[in-house]
């Protein structure tokens, strides 16, 4: 699918990978953009006239605390109200916690669960209302979801959810011919990984992958943009990006 001229609509679009893939899908196939973010950084404003100056498209933003089915809601409706329609919607947020499971305590959960489940859920199901035919659905999750180890347990069991969800709207929304998808990729080099590992634990992420590094976010925007342009014949699958860390 040609996205020239289209809309993508990106959560936690103007950092890190989110910005990388808005970046992504403007120069290389010069589609509308309506980027979402939680909290500012104050640059969210220079991003989307230096994406509108340099690539001609049209781009939005819009801040907002996705945390409930109106807002989810309402994220949606105000894109609709900008661009008139949604081709492509993205969910590019979520929450990693690392900790004995033992320690976990209710008040982490229900954030973890929030973020990475409810929001998840409720981003899908707005998009399958709102999305043209034609067009796609991606969630990112984790692959740590295909890895067999500690104290993920409340990271990996709140974005296991998201494949199970991509799977039933892939087949509900087999008629209107929109493909929906996981990406998920390694440990990628960011603070949302550092602020939760030690070093050692860094050290081994590198060496299971391929080169040596962690994934980086320009390993992965080009495989979103592929999701949502060439890919679409793939529908309610994960695709496991990691440099080789997990095979599933």
């Known amino acids: ?34 980027l979402h973010y939680n909290s500012t950084q104050g640059d969210e404003e220079k ?23 109106k807002s989810v809601a309402s994220l949606f409706e105000a894109a609709k109200t900008k661009f008139g329609s949604i081709d492509v919607a993205i969910n590019n947020i979520g929450m990693v916690l690392k900790k004995p499971i ?3 305590t209710e008040e982490e959960f229900d954030l973890m669960d929030v973020v990475n489940n409810k929001v998840a859920f409720f981003f ?40 199970f969800y ?42 299971v992958a391929l080169d040596g590094r962690l994934t980086k976010i320009e390993d992965i925007a080009p495989i979103i943009a592929f999701v949502a342009t060439g890919g679409t014949w793939m529908t309610g699958q994960t695709l496991y990006a990691s440099g080789g860390m997990v095979a599933r």
């Open 124 to 163: 899908i199901a707005q998009a399958s209302k709102h999305v043209s035919s034609g067009g796609s659905i991606i969630s990112l999750v984790t692959s740590l979801l295909g890895a067999y180890t500690p104290y993920y347990s409340v990271y990996q069991g709140t974005k296991s959810a998201v494949e």
């Open 1 to 34: 699918m040609s996205l020239q001229g289209k809309t993508v609509l990106i959560t936690g679009g103007t950092k890190n990978l989110g910005k990388l893939t808005a970046i992504e899908l403007a120069s290389k196939h010069k589609a509308n953009l309506f």
């Open 166 to 207: 991509t799977k039933s709207a892939s087949k509900e929304l087999v008629g209107k011919r929109i493909s929906v998808n996981c990406v998920a990729p390694g440990p990628m080099d960011t603070p949302f990984f550092y602020a939760q590992e030690q070093q050692e634990a860094v050290e081994f992420y590198k060496s």
């Open 47 to 69: 991003l989307a006239q230096k994406l509108r100056d340099d690539y001609k498209v049209k781009v939005e933003i819009y801040q907002g605390k996705l945390g409930s089915a």
């Open 102 to 104: 033992a320690e976990v």
